[in-house]
């Protein structure tokens, strides 16, 4: 039978089969999957030459071409992470200025993995996803899952945190629910992007077990279980190629081992070198000559590596079409998958779905790092007047910081969120304290805000000191923002220590009150060295457009808190692997020194006490941990034991607590990180109440990678399993041997 007959009874079948609702039991040559690759047999059955090479490159700033000789439609890509990013002009980065094209900011990814539920993330996704098919697009620029390796990193915010089990966790179900509105989910930046400032000219120098334990587990999980249908090349360099074109990271293993069947999408501007694009696994190619994302205005798409030379290079005979159809069939599968799948809903934007999953999200996020004396939430029966301080409670933070702004309906500041909570009932004062970053239109995107202050820093100081003293409470917003040099891409931060003498305001306060909130608006870690003369800290992350609301909830008590860290904080930057060993954001080759010791690992290694440990968080009720129990002592290869722990409220009021699974190798015959990630439950409790909370340990979380037979190791010996309620705070503890 002719191919186009198969393919006319394939699609009648298939029509009727869908009808009646049979899909899930298609036969082989009906299951979408399979008939795709028929479709796209067909396709490129047809296409030219040319438009084989007008498919794997852009034609405008986030669009590539379709075959509209085929009916087949373009491709649009958006970022970002936290939100469907303003259209942009054609080839510009500046909004076009559109008005129908205001999205819900949701909370920066940061604050979604300090959630530690995968419910959170599948929320996410799905809402993320609807949004961006509202807006008819087709590839979601995100999620970043780049290891957090050092606080000065300008983009950990869109990053999910230092451990490789958390982000993989939480990776899964984002790409899955968006992938379920039929927009591809592009993972990025793969890999080891882990410094912004020399981002293009930086070249990790990492040892392939550091490589597979650490830098790539999330990706890899985003793949292989996710089933993520593109993924973002980044920026740097590794092993002397850009990771856009990088045999080792995309041929061999992204392809080769996880067996990505998806488009290799190169980061804007990312793509150097027309030879090693064609061999080195890169698909679709964007952003080239935007000289490092400054221009825009005349860029020439015919001049991509993968247009007009690549053209070139196949009718002199250096190639064949080989590589060109791997790529052009990939580019095709994405778009069966997305822009021509029929079966994709049709999504909605900024709808209250949404706003109230920016909500949850948001306020199941934040963390309660230090609570003395109860002094949160705070009680609106006794306090009668409450003093709100800092910028960061009145300032806009889903403008700015690069590819992740965005144009939102509305954002609830945490001054706003508070004075709508408390009502009558306490009276609000407000003082800016400092003045940080005034800016207030970006990329064309205006706030609205006017936040230019000329007044002097002793003006500012003495302002917040007279008003902190008439309060009950004072609750400070201070932190990061999304400045250059802050949390920001294309710069690292200069220093660990708060920005605009944060410091010197929060110690004059600390001086007139015992009863200071300082609520951390930022995604990295910052340095505190004024902690003992305040009585609480919060972590309160870029939470998108419900920021106020999900923050009062949280102060005031209507949420219990249930966040915890996704990375360390250190007391000083030397408390970092990565500083301390390593090096960081240099322009050409960056020793990973630290090897495997990231965030948690190192402290354990080096004794080194943090300021607030890795899945630390408080609550405002309490859990007591009993002792774990395990069903059986000795493990088989390849089996698996389960453990059960207990864990009772103990407080006056329900509450939700991360029950979180270290293993340690207590026998290892090569260097292993103390303890490691391996589960976590997170688990809801009336006051009063006790759960049995359980963990299935097989040999993937015994494993470490071993280097010389390339392959994943789970060595017979003595095993420790550790639970606890952060990387500092172990509860209970149990130990079994594998065979
Ligand atoms: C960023 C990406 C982003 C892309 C498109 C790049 O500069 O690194 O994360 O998706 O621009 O805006």
Known sequence: MKTTVKLFMAIVALSCAVACGEKSSLPD????????????????????????????????????????????????????????????????WVQAGWTNDKCVAFPALTALAATWNTDMAALYGKSIGEEARY???????????????????????????????????????????????????????????????????????VDDRTLYEIY???????????????????????????????????????????????????DWGGTHDTREAITNGLDLEFGTWTDGLTMGKTNSYDLYHLADAYKKLIESGEYTTKELDDKVRRVLRLMYRTSMNRDKPMGSLVSDEHIAAAYTIGAEGIVLLKNDNNILPINLETTKTIAVIGENA??????????????????????????????????ILYARGYVGDTTSVYKRVDSGQRLADDRSEKELIAEAVDVAKRADVVLYFGGL???????????????????????????????????????????????????DSVPAIVQGWYLGSEAGNSLAAVLVGDVNPSGKLPFTFP?????????????????GEEYYGEGLLVGYRWNDAKDVAPLFAFGHGLSYTTFEYGEAKINRTTMKQGGEVTITVPV????????????????????????????ELKGFVKVELEAGQTKNVEFTVDSSALSYFDDKSHSWVAEAGEFEALIGAAADDIRTSVLFNLK
């Not at 923002?481 to 306060?509: F, M, V, W």
């Not at 009772?648 to 990180?673: C, F, H, W």
Request: charged share 25%; aromatic share 8%.
């Open 481 to 531: 923002n999304k400045a250059k040099r802050q949390d920001c891409e294309g710069t690292d931060r200069e220093s660990l220590g708060l920005p605009y003498s944060q410091d010197k305001l929060i110690a004059a306060l600390a001086e007139v009150t015992d009863r200071v909130v300082f609520v951390n608006i930022s995604g990295n870690a910052v340095a505190m060295p004024w902690i």
């Open 571 to 587: 007391v000083q930057l030397a408390d970092t692997g990565a500083h301390s060993m390593g090096q960081f954001s240099k322009d």
């Open 648 to 675: 009772t409220n103990t407080g006056s009021r329900s509450g939700k607590e991360v029950v979180q699974l270290y293993i340690a190798d207590r026998e290892a015959s090569v260097m292993r990180p103390e303890k």
């Open 135 to 205: 807006r008819e697009k087709d590839v979601l620029l995100g999620p970043g899952v780049n290891i957090y390796r050092s606080p000065l990193n300008g983009r950990n915010f869109e990053y999910m945190g230092e451990d490789p089990y958390l982000a993989s966790r939480m990776v899964v179900p984002y790409v899955q629910g968006v992938q379920r509105n039929g927009v591809a989910a592009c993972v990025k930046h793969y890999a080891l992007n882990n410094s912004e400032t020399f981002r293009h000219t930086t070249e990790p120098v």
């Open 29 to 92: 040559y009906l299951n979408p999957e399979v008939y795709v690759e028929a479709r796209i047999d067909d396709a490129m059955s047809r296409m030219t030459l040319d438009e084989k090479i007008a498919i794997i490159h852009a034609q405008s700033k986030f669009s590539s071409a379709g075959v509209p000789r085929l009916g087949i439609p373009e491709l649009w890509t958006t970022d970002g992470p936290h939100g469907i990013r303003p259209e942009v002009l054609w080839d510009e």
């Open 216 to 266: 790539l587990p999330a990706f890899k999980a985003a793949v292989v279980e996710g089933g993520a249908w593109s993924i973002m090349g980044a920026y740097n360099l590794f092993r002397g190629e850009h990771a856009c074109h990088n045999d080792l990271l995309l041929n061999k293993i992204l392809k080769g081992e996880w067996g990505f069947d998806g488009a290799v999408i190169s």
């Open 394 to 427: 009145i300032k806009m933070m889903t403008i700015g910081g690069g590819s992740s702004s965005l144009k939102v309906k509305k954002e609830v500041s945490p001054l706003e969120g508070l004075r709508k909570r408390v009502g009558d009932s306490a009276e």
